[in-house]
């Protein structure tokens, strides 16, 4: 089992930065793939992007591509979201979570969600 906890979220104008990281710990962390999703209010939780156990391997939502990118540390057990010139449509909770069968962009795919992180984008 794994257990995530999703940090670095907050407030910020349209067009700056933010850094969410996912913490893992439990089953050994370069066993598993990881993804965000981001769920707006009243919306359906959306794909954002995904990185292989080895970090060398990635996906990416049309949305987000060229705008965003992931990375992990092997050695911290940690996966980075690096979100640029954030956007309104970019508010959302978002969250990581885990999956063992490839960079799938469907949430069904995935499990051992975290708690998730708020990202709010102001205009």
């Known amino acids: 089992q794994v257990q995530l906890v999703e940090s670095g979220g907050g407030l910020v104008q349209a067009g700056g930065s933010l850094t969410l990281s996912c913490a893992a710990s439990?089953?050994?962390?370069?066993?598993?793939?990881v993804g965000w999703f981001r769920q707006a209010p009243g919306k359906e939780r959306e794909f954002v992007a995904v990185?292989?156990?080895?970090?060398?391997?990635?996906n990416f939502a049309d949305s987000v591509k060229g705008r965003f990118a992931i990375s992990r540390d092997n050695g911290k057990n940690t996966v980075y979201l690096q979100m640029n010139t954030l956007r309104p449509e970019d508010t959302a909770v978002y969250y990581c979570?885990?999956?063992?069968?490839?960079?799938?962009?469907?949430?069904?795919?995935?499990?051992?969600w975290g708690q998730g992180t708020q990202v709010t984008v102001s205009s």
């Open positions: 439990g089953r050994p962390f370069t066993t598993y793939n």
């Open positions: 990185i292989s156990s080895t970090g060398g391997r990635t």
């Open positions: 979570a885990v999956s063992y069968v490839g960079l799938s962009s469907d949430y069904r795919g995935y499990d051992s």
